[in-house]
T-cell receptor, first 111, second 110 residues
Framework: NAGVTQTPKFQVLKTGQSMTLQCAQD?????MSWYRQDPGMGLRLIHY???????DQGEVPNGYNVSRSTTEDFPLRLLSAAPSQTSVYFC??????????FGPGTRLTVT | KNQVEQSPQSLIILEGKNCTLQ??????????LRWYKQDTGRGPVSLTI?????NTKSNGRYTATLDADTKQSSLHITASQLSDSASYIC?????????FGAGTRLTVKP
């Protein structure tokens, strides 16, 4: 099993550009989620999904969109990048109430 | 407001020593509490998960305790190793909410 994979590892965007962060898991987990991690702060939930076709907002959803067309994939879209979105982004997956598996992260810089 | 506070922010210990990290929370209604280890530049890795009815859970040299009455948890690391150098994150879940602490940065020196 590859576990949770994320691409790209690093990305630099200019303000206003859009992009998609990819996340995939091969463990057949129904739960998937996206977090951002900023210095001195805990991870904050952006969006999550409890199954294919179902998504919901987390704590900090503004400026981000998600979709879940398959169990395996959960892409995160930045609609119009802003410097405030400079962060490290983690994708995670799990069965309900069980161990959560995190991907290696994407380090995003918006200039 | 649902919050998770961890202490200390950072800790330096010598290899072979024990240490205890603290987590206080106000998340309600409580569902479960998890501890994660995050190495620099990597994603968090689960260490333990405890529900309301559990007051201790071990994973090798890591032992987590939970006092749901006082809303406190601790992570005890026994006989520390250089590879224990990492950030340790406490995460508390409610029914439709999950809150992460800012973490404790542990450095183990030879």
């Amino acid at each position: 099993n590859a576990g949770v994979t994320q691409t790209p590892k690093f990305q630099v965007l200019k303000t206003g550009q859009s992009m998609t962060l990819q996340c995939a898991q091969d463990m057949n987990h129904e739960y998937m989620s996206w977090y951002r991690q900023d210095p001195g702060m805990g991870l904050r939930l952006i969006h999550y999904s409890v199954g294919a076709g179902i998504t919901d907002q987390g704590e900090v959803p503004n400026g981000y969109n998600v979709s879940r067309s398959t169990t395996e994939d959960f892409p995160l879209r930045l609609l119009s990048a802003a410097p405030s979105q400079t962060s490290v982004y983690f994708c995670a997956s799990s069965y309900s109430g069980s161990w959560q598996y995190f991907g290696p992260g994407t380090r995003l810089t918006v200039t | 407001k649902n919050q998770v506070e961890q202490s200390p922010q950072s800790l330096i210990i010598l290899e072979g020593k024990n240490c205890t990290l603290q987590c206080n929370y106000t998340v309600s209604p409580f569902s479960n509490l998890r501890w994660y280890k995050q190495d620099t530049g990597r994603g968090p890795v689960s260490l333990t998960i405890m529900t309301f009815s559990e007051n201790t859970k071990s994973n090798g040299r890591y032992t987590a305790t939970l006092d749901a009455d006082t809303k406190q948890s601790s992570l005890h690391i026994t006989a520390s190793q250089l590879s224990d150098s990492a950030s340790y994150i406490c995460v508390v879940s409610a029914i439709r909410d999950m809150r992460f602490g800012a973490g404790t940065r542990l450095t183990v020196k030879p």
